[in-house]
């Protein structure tokens, strides 16, 4: 039985580490501030764009951030920023990081990132939160496949408590939409 209830929690933890994908939200880009007729403000002259040389990468203005390196050390940084989340109990952190895999669990029938991961941080002890923190990857112990699928082992986490498969287990990060998010876990 208690393998059942492990291996259920660590397939809920990692499912929902890979199925909260970055959400869009509605209205607040469109909207557009309403402007008085009578305005007794100075307004400001209209920018006039710059010519760009185009590099073949997406603009920033285009994609809202530059691409992120695709390498070994910025996935390592990005399943830091997601130990880290755990352990802050980040929900929007987590659910961005964790997002392609989250939605894969989420179509399995599990609810939702954001509803999910409330349950997820409660089989999460204090101290293994206060770990994950402040838990940092060993580069020796990750696996890279290719540099568009990186393996973080548990074995590679780095914290000051205890860790199994059934509480935290091993994750794939791929490169996806300009940076590395997790997309499968066990």
Do not use: W
């Not at 954001?114 to 101290?127: D, G, H, K, L, R």
């Not at 112990?141 to 973080?152: P, Q, S, Y």
Request: proline share 8%.
């Amino acid at each position: 039985m208690r393998t059942m209830v492990s291996v259920g929690v660590s397939a809920c933890v990692a499912l929902m580490a890979c199925a909260c994908g970055p959400e869009k939200s509605k209205g607040g880009a469109d909207a557009k501030p309403s402007q008085s007729s009578a305005s007794t403000g100075s307004q400001e002259p209209p920018v006039t764009p710059s010519a760009t040389v185009p590099t073949g990468k997406p603009s920033a203005s285009a994609t809202g951030r530059l691409p992120a390196p695709r390498t070994k050390e910025r996935a390592i940084e990005r399943y830091e920023q997601y130990l880290h989340a755990l352990g802050h109990e980040d929900i929007a952190t987590v659910c961005e990081v964790a997002g392609p895999g989250a939605k894969k669990a989420q179509d399995m029938g599990f609810g939702p990132c954001t509803s999910t991961y409330v349950v997820v941080f409660q089989m999460i002890s204090p101290a293994q939160k206060k770990a994950l923190q402040t838990a940092t990857v060993d580069p020796q112990r990750v696996a890279v496949r290719t540099l568009d699928k990186i393996e973080m082992p548990l074995e590679a986490v780095r914290a000051s408590a205890t860790f199994s498969e059934e509480d935290l287990g091993s994750y794939t990060l791929e490169y996806l939409k300009n940076d590395y998010y997790i997309t499968d876990g066990s």
